[in-house]
């Protein structure tokens, strides 16, 4: 360290290009070897030009600022380098990729590792899914979760009480506690929206961990959680979590990040204001177009309005959610048509409420059966997905009890039991440009809308919506996330 320090240079060469830098006006500097040649031209000719002055003042700043940043990168390191400005990290996106940190310039990172050892897609999910829960806590007054999945999540909740029958369809009912806690209930309700989805996935609570969600959490594949607060209690029950290595992470709840942030792609640096809008279930779903003379909504359609617009927000885009009984059913993010969105978050929520089918509720399973075992040979059963082989058909059916396999539903089974699937409010990150966006959230129960308008198709989507009693409220703001 010491020979290290010895050659910084303080007063000498970085100071003499500042200065050249500062009076280029009547000064040229030249800080990089690969601008003679074109320095020589411009001399061979007349004179250097007030354009390429300001040219090579520019360079000249950028390179002793980079000389400052390195300097400033190895201080971190060595000083630093322990998780209070920066953190080593086992690799990027992927194995191949190293090195790879997390760091910030700021005086230090606002959270800290209690177990385990990050990665970058588990920081990336973490520090997505942790804004998500933040705002949707703070928007609806209760403790809210999320379910995060490779940058978007799979699902989204508030601690709305669950019935004795929502606790069985989202495998809690045997959890001690579990009713006097919301924001375990609110857990089981972003885990049980779409299970398949969830599985290794990284979990966001916005208040302190209780033991009924830890207990939860500790019989889920996830890969990590990051929370503001634990109690010792449900620390102690995570810390054995994957033999010791479960990802634990405490957020500093009062960290606000800069108004502006910078990523790089490709080797180009590109700035934006961060996306600080609001969603006020009060506010933000006040201009209703149709039905023009419905009266206000009712609050469990404001709440569940806020609670799939906060989910889109933090949603690779295109996005288009479903929510009911304050939790997100179905979610289809990343889709490149809006109508594809649309499609594959109807598709999950109709999926999501088969499982409340008498059918799927009295499941014999077989001893020893998995829970991931399970919620696949449920997502099978409820989702239509008949196995085509033999060896596809035994391995479903190894999940039951002898000549206990549930019978697949018919088309015509399942599209009565959809028929009662109702009150579900779907908002979407941008205008729906045609009406089969509508008419497809109609199909599984849609009773609310909410979107930005712009589309040249607006009217017709408001005419269809109105046809099929839908209200659709203006969301005004558009809510692109990449």
Same mark, same amino acid.
């Not at 020589?40 to 007349?46: M, R, W």
């Not at 060595?78 to 997390?102: C, E, F, I, M």
């Not at 499982?355 to 001893?367: S, Y």
């Not at 085509?388 to 035994?394: C, G, Q, R, T």
């Given at each position: 360290?010491?020979?290290?320090?010895?050659?910084?240079?303080?007063?000498?060469?970085?100071?003499?290009?500042? $200065?050249?830098?500062?009076?280029?006006?009547?000064?040229?500097?030249?800080?990089?070897?690969?601008?003679?040649?074109? *320095?020589?031209?411009?001399?061979?000719?007349?004179?250097?030009?007030?354009?390429?002055?300001?040219?090579?003042?520019?360079? $000249?700043?950028?390179?002793?600022?980079?000389?400052?940043?390195?300097?400033?990168?190895?201080?971190?390191?060595?000083?630093?380098?322990?998780?209070?400005?920066?953190?080593?990290?086992?690799?990027?996106?992927?194995?191949?990729?190293?090195?790879?940190?997390?760091?910030?310039?700021?005086?230090?990172?606002?959270?800290?590792?209690?177990?385990?050892?990050?990665?970058?897609?588990?920081?990336?999910?973490?520090?997505?899914?942790?804004?998500?829960?933040?705002?949707?806590?703070?928007?609806?007054?209760?403790?809210?979760?999320?379910?995060?999945?490779?940058?978007?999540?799979?699902?989204?909740?508030?601690?709305?009480?669950?019935?004795?029958?929502?606790?069985?369809?989202?495998?809690?009912?045997?959890?001690?506690? &579990?009713?006097?806690?919301?924001?375990?209930?609110?857990?089981?309700?972003?885990?049980?929206?779409?299970?398949?989805?969830?599985?290794?996935?990284?979990?966001?609570?916005?208040?302190?961990?209780?033991?009924?969600?830890?207990?939860?959490?500790?019989?889920?594949?996830?890969?990590?959680?990051?929370?503001?607060?634990?109690?010792?209690?449900? *620390?102690?029950?995570?810390?054995?979590?994957?033999?010791?290595?479960? *990802?634990?992470?405490?957020?500093?709840?009062?960290?606000?990040?800069?108004? @502006?942030?910078?990523?790089?792609?490709?080797?180009?640096? *590109?700035?934006?204001?961060?996306?600080?809008?609001?969603?006020?279930? @009060?506010?933000?779903?006040?201009?209703?177009?149709?039905?023009?003379?419905?009266?206000?909504?009712?609050?469990?359609?404001?709440?569940?309005?806020? &609670?799939?617009?906060? /989910?889109?927000?933090?949603?690779?885009?295109?996005?288009?959610?479903?929510?009911?009984?304050?939790?997100?059913?179905?979610?289809?993010?990343?889709?490149?048509?809006?109508?594809?969105?649309?499609?594959?978050?109807?598709?999950?929520?109709?999926?999501?409420?088969?499982?409340?089918?008498?059918?799927?509720?009295?499941?014999?399973?077989?001893?020893?059966?998995?829970?991931?075992?399970?919620?696949?040979?449920?997502?099978?059963?409820?989702?239509?997905?008949?196995?085509?082989?033999?060896?596809?058909?035994?391995?479903?059916?190894?999940?039951?009890?002898?000549?206990?396999?549930?019978?697949?539903?018919?088309?015509?089974?399942?599209? /009565?039991?959809?028929?009662?699937?109702?009150?579900?409010? &779907?908002?979407?990150?941008?205008?729906?440009?045609?009406?089969?966006?509508?008419?497809?959230?109609?199909?599984?129960?849609?009773?609310?809308?909410?979107?930005?308008?712009?589309?040249?198709?607006?009217?017709?989507?408001?005419? &269809? /919506?109105?046809?099929?009693?839908?209200?659709?409220?203006?969301?005004?703001?558009?809510?692109?996330?990449?």
């Amino acid at each position: 360290m010491a020979q290290s320090t010895d050659q910084l240079s303080i007063p000498g060469g970085v100071t003499l290009i500042r $200065a050249a830098a500062k009076n280029h006006s009547r000064v040229t500097v030249i800080s990089d070897p690969a601008d003679y040649s074109d *320095l020589l031209a411009e001399l061979e000719v007349g004179e250097v030009s007030e354009k390429s002055r300001q040219m090579y003042a520019l360079k $000249a700043f950028e390179h002793t600022a980079d000389y400052d940043a390195a300097i400033a990168d190895f201080f971190r390191t060595k000083y630093a380098g322990d998780g209070v400005q920066q953190l080593s990290l086992r690799y990027g996106a992927n194995p191949h990729q190293t090195p790879a940190a997390a760091y910030t310039k700021e005086s230090y990172l606002p959270f800290k590792v209690l177990c385990g050892s990050p990665g970058y897609i588990n920081l990336l999910d973490a520090l997505n899914a942790w804004p998500l829960v933040k705002e949707l806590s703070q928007a609806l007054q209760l403790p809210a979760a999320t379910s995060f999945k490779h940058v978007s999540p799979a699902g989204a909740a508030i601690g709305v009480p669950l019935s004795e029958v929502e606790r069985k369809v989202y495998m809690v009912d045997d959890i001690e506690g &579990v009713e006097n806690s919301s924001l375990a209930q609110a857990y089981a309700r972003a885990r049980g929206a779409d299970r398949m989805s969830s599985f290794g996935d990284i979990i966001a609570l916005s208040d302190t961990v209780d033991v009924p969600t830890a207990r939860i959490i500790s019989r889920e594949v996830s890969d990590g959680m990051i929370a503001p607060r634990y109690s010792p209690e449900a *620390l102690e029950i995570l810390k054995k979590k994957k033999g010791g290595k479960y *990802l634990i992470l405490q957020m500093d709840p009062e960290y606000e990040p800069p108004m @502006q942030e910078t990523r790089t792609v490709h080797g180009i640096n *590109l700035s934006q204001r961060r996306n600080d809008a609001r969603i006020s279930p @009060q506010e933000t779903f006040s201009s209703t177009i149709v039905p023009k003379d419905g009266g206000p909504l009712p609050d469990t359609a404001l709440r569940d309005l806020t &609670v799939a617009t906060v /989910a889109l927000k933090y949603t690779q885009s295109n996005s288009v959610c479903y929510a009911l009984n304050g939790q997100v059913i179905g979610l289809g993010a990343g889709q490149q048509s809006r109508i594809g969105c649309t499609r594959l978050a109807g598709d999950k929520a109709d999926n999501w409420w088969m499982r409340f089918h008498e059918r799927a509720l009295n499941i014999k399973w077989r001893k020893g059966t998995k829970r991931p075992d399970k919620s696949n040979a449920i997502d099978m059963l409820c989702s239509g997905a008949v196995p085509k082989s033999a060896a596809e058909k035994d391995d479903f059916e190894k999940n039951f009890e002898p000549n206990e396999v549930p019978p697949f539903f018919t088309a015509e089974e399942r599209e /009565a039991f959809l028929a009662s699937l109702s009150g579900v409010a &779907v908002s979407s990150d941008a205008f729906f440009p045609f009406i089969d966006n509508v008419f497809r959230a109609g199909r599984s129960g849609a009773k609310y809308i909410a979107a930005p308008t712009g589309s040249q198709n607006d009217q017709a989507v408001f005419s &269809v /919506a109105e046809k099929l009693g839908i209200t659709f409220v203006e969301q005004s703001i558009r809510l692109f996330h990449h």
